[in-house]
Each structure stands twice: as C-alpha cells, then as structure tokens.
C-alpha cells in the first residue's frame, strides 16, 4: 500500500477539523478516516502543508455509511433514537450534514419538536428543497417531514388548474406551495403555529408560483368558518385529523375531495374507513404510507364527498 498524509487529532476535534478540510479542499474522499484509541486520522490530500503523519493506506471509493434510522432535511440530520457513534458516522459519511438532532418527540397544538444536539452544529435552520421547491424550516419551530415528499407529489399531480383548496394544516407550506408551483390555484393556508405561518409567508417568496396563496395564522377550526365550496380538503395532521373532519366535510362541496392523513393501527382501517363513509365520505384511494411502529402506520385517504 502507498504512503498517505493524514492529520491526527483526538475524538473530540474531529467534526470541527473534518469541517474545516472540507471547506478549504484538503479532505481527501478517496480515503477513508481510521481510528486510533482516541484519536481520529483523518486523510488529506497530497498538496497539504500543515502538520501530519504518513502511514500506508489502499485508496477506496466505497466510503463506510452510516447505518441507522433517521430523517435528513437539507443539513440536518433527525434522529429517533439516541446513538452518539450513530450521529458522529453521520456526519463523517453525509458531507451536506452539519447538524444532528435527537428528536424526543412532537408535543402541543402547534406541533413542535423537541429536539437534543447529539453531534455537529447547534443550528435548527436549514434550507431544503424537494419536487422543484425551495423551503426555509426551522425544525425547533415547525414541524417539517421529509418522508411525505412522494405523497406531495402524488397531490400535486391530482390537482387541475381552477381548483379552490382548504390547506388545514399548511404548517411552512410545502404541500400548498409545490401545489401553487404547478396548478392556478386559490390556496386558503392556515396553521395554529404562527412561526411556522411566517416560514409559509417567506417560502412563498423564495419560489414562484402560479397559483394564490392565502396564509393564516389560526386553528383550522375558525379558519374554516371562511371557507365554502372548496373543491380539495388537505388534511395533513395525522395524529389528530379525525378531530377535525366535520368541519373539513363542511367547508367542502359536494363532488369534492379530501386528502387525509392518519396514523391508524393497521387492524383499524376499515372501522375509519366506515367512519368516513357514514359522514358520506367515499374512499377513492387507501394506503400505508410508511410504518410508524410495527402494528401502526401512516395512512393517506382519498376521499370524495358524495
């Protein structure tokens, strides 16, 4: 095996040292990092002039990953469960990732996370983008999924042109966004987070779009006492949008649709499904989106007012 130049450094000044190469073009990919007791050797490329050692080293593309569960939105990292080595061979082996957070779960009306720094940069902003849109998400004021990227998609591409919608829980807009980014559209966009309704607002600005959107900061209760004849229902909430659906059904018009959300224990869909049906509710489409455990799953519902 060939010599090699690596930088070595004790554990704890690994992210930071790692940040730095990356930035000025020293850290070298081919390579892969190494471990020695509570050091780190981190490899760099040929024209490096600090301090260093050399030791013998096969070159390899085929970089380590990270094995694990988590969600990334843009450059930050979510974790379900706490692993400090989980999070560290994140960042080491996902360069766009900065950040990464240990989510201790979702809580109140307004959906925030709580969320513990296990590795990286204390920041929960971060900019991410997905189906051609651009969002800013601060993941300790609004509550953002990544997972739903397809499901917005499959909207989107339900909607036509001249539809009126009713955005229940727009949250910072990305189902109402990348909707009003494809379709000529009227948009009612409301969210009891007023944080995550001002994130809405700038993410409306940051893409442009053919459709209107109308931002409010309100529980969908009230927002839907301004709402008649709605051609679409989005009722993204799914560990509370049963709560709300009379007063979905109520703003929509007959023929109408809903797009609904639900995280539902797999052997009581078809008790929700008859609970939909008896509001004259016609289920349209039915499908786990993802697991959340291993008897519940996420479920999206097409459903159309008779």
């Known amino acids: ?25 020293l850290y070298d990919t081919n390579y892969t990092i190494a471990r020695d007791g509570d050091y780190v050797l981190i490899p760099v490329t040929d024209d490096y002039s600090g301090e260093h050692v050399v030791m013998e080293a096969e070159p390899t593309n085929m970089r380590r990953s990270a094995s694990g569960s988590f969600d990334t939105i843009g450059s930050i990292a979510i974790m379900k469960k706490y692993d400090e080595a989980l999070a560290n061979d994140i960042l ?32 929960t902003v971060t900019e991410y983008r997905e189906n051609g849109c651009s969002f800013t998400v601060d993941v300790a004021k609004a509550y953002f999924s990544p997972r739903l990227a ?67 900061c309100e529980d969908a209760r009230i927002a839907a006492e301004r709402v008649t004849g709605a051609d679409r229902v989005i009722m993204n909430h799914p560990t509370a949008s049963f709560e709300f659906i009379d007063y979905a059904v109520k703003t929509l018009r007959e023929g109408g649709v809903i797009n609904y959300y639900e995280f539902l224990d797999n052997s ?39």
């Open 1 to 25: 095996m060939p010599p090699k130049k690596f930088v070595r450094v004790r554990k704890h000044m690994a992210e930071r040292t790692i940040r730095d190469l990356r930035n000025a073009g």
């Open 92 to 123: 080491l082996t996902h360069k766009k990732i900065r950040s990464v957070f240990f989510d201790e779960g979702v809580g109140g009306p307004e959906r925030i996370r709580k969320l513990r720094l296990v590795a990286g940069e204390n920041n």
């Open 150 to 216: 397809t499901e917005r998609r499959r909207i989107v591409d339900q909607v036509s042109d001249g539809e009126f919608i009713f955005d229940m829980f727009a949250g910072v807009g990305p189902i109402s966004i990348e909707i009003a980014r494809y379709r000529r559209v009227r948009i009612i966009a409301a969210d009891i987070n007023c944080d995550a309704v001002e994130m809405l607002k700038e993410n409306m600005e940051k893409n442009p779009l053919r459709g209107i959107i109308e931002p409010f």
């Open 268 to 306: 009581k869909v078809d008790k929700r499904i008859s609970d939909l049906e008896m509001r004259s509710l016609i289920p349209l489409d039915v499908h786990p989106v993802h697991s959340y455990s291993k008897t519940i799953s996420l479920y999206s519902m097409t459903l159309k007012k008779a």
